[in-house]
């Protein structure tokens, strides 16, 4: 049963990847007791030996973190008085929501419900899904009586992948909760760990509300620029320098074109536009900027193969380098993933495609994506492609790697302009 006292309660982190693990060390830091559950037995273990593989919590951080019950050992979370739910919400082949495994730690936590509990979700979902889909699921399994026997809330993680500023503690929190004293409770909690401040919203939904549009809202600036990219491309003009032209302006929007994949942005508008269809509303402009930005990989690369051909090199069995796969720079994070596109679509065009990243994991990589990453490239490649613009790749002898003609293409104008070919 929760507590008002916020410490006295004992908090359960269900999913400890990129937002639960560093959620359950900021709570360890602020004297909480934590239960950090994952069903990934080999993760449990990793994290025992202070080891992450996303690189979120630093081994200092894990080392100080040892009194967190890190477990794979569901009856652990019998103990818990408050349930935080932080397991992902992808989309099926069809671009649908994929709620298996928020429906999954729904039943686990129900399992083991109490009365007086209190479950919060951070997955991002659509609005209504927390009392619409997961809390008839608590009911089912635990027998209880939603905002009776216990309660729920909602305060949507705002993880940013890589980014070691912008973190857990100093990120504003949304938060809400199932009625109004549990939407204070969970105000309270959130503000014990985040300094800088939380945001009580007036309903659950409008807190799932304002979290898919956070990254509905990014998709679409970038879906905008991307369209801008492929319109100037046709007029030969240099994106970039039209960008930093336009920049000069005060409230200019600075979005830059290129790859949109990962957790949140390339999925999130699916959740928006499942739920809004389901309300017999077709969305034109949120689809509209998914399709623009979905076909990107596929425009680069054909691209490329333009480009190759006016240099005069032969496009079948052409060797192709890519450099870089994670969703965005300097992380390990290879979910949803653009840079695939590419890689398909060049080995459609009978091209050998070397694939190099320092930081993703190689096991990861070939089995999410079939793909076998090289330890270093050696080659001498007709065309370099850099799609992640990781800081490693600035120490690299780019026009080294290339043969005499080669066709260097900057996804991300990161390189240095007199050495590309092209950039986006």
Known sequence: MISKNIKENKIAIIGLGYVGLPLAIEFNKHDFDVIGYDINKSRIDDLKKGLDFTNEVSKEDLEKAQSILYTCDENDLSAADIYIITVP????????????????????????????????????????CTEEVCVPVLEDTSGLKFNTDFFCGYSPERINPGDKVRRVHNIIKVTSGSTNEIAQIVDDLYSAIVSAGTHKASSIK????????????????????????????????????????????????????????????????????????????????????????????????????????????????????????????NCPDIRNSKVIDVIDELKEFGMSVDVFDPHADQDEVKHEYGVNLIKQPLERYDTIILTVSHNEFKDLDIKK????????????????????????
Request: aromatic share 8%; net charge positive.
């Open 89 to 128: 919400t992808p989309i099926d082949v069809f671009k649908q929501p994929d709620l298996s495994p928020l429906k999954s730690a729904s039943k686990l936590v129900g399992k083991y419900l109490s009365k007086g509990d209190l479950v919060i979700y951070e997955s991002t979902v659509f609005p209504g």
């Open 206 to 329: 409008v807190a799932e509300a304002a979290k898919i549009i956070e990254n509905t809202q990014r998709d679409l600036n970038i879906s905008f620029v991307n369209e801008l990219a492929l319109i100037f491309d046709r007029m030969n003009i240099d994106t970039l320098e039209v960008l930093e032209a336009a920049g000069t302006k005060w409230n200019f929007l600075h979005f830059r074109p290129g790859l949109v994949g990962g957790h949140c942005i390339g999925v999130d508008p699916f959740y928006l536009t499942h739920k809004a269809e389901s309300l017999g509303y077709h969305p034109q402009v949120i689809l509209s900027g998914r399709k623009i930005n979905d076909d990107m990989g596929v425009h680069i690369a054909n691209k490329v193969v333009k480009l190759m051909v006016r240099e005069g090199h032969r496009v079948k069995n052409a060797k192709a380098l890519i450099l870089g796969i994670t969703f965005k720079e």
């Open 401 to 424: 790697l290339g043969n005499s003609n080669a066709v260097i293409y900057d996804v991300k104008s990161f390189l240095p302009k007199a050495i590309v070919t092209d950039r986006l």
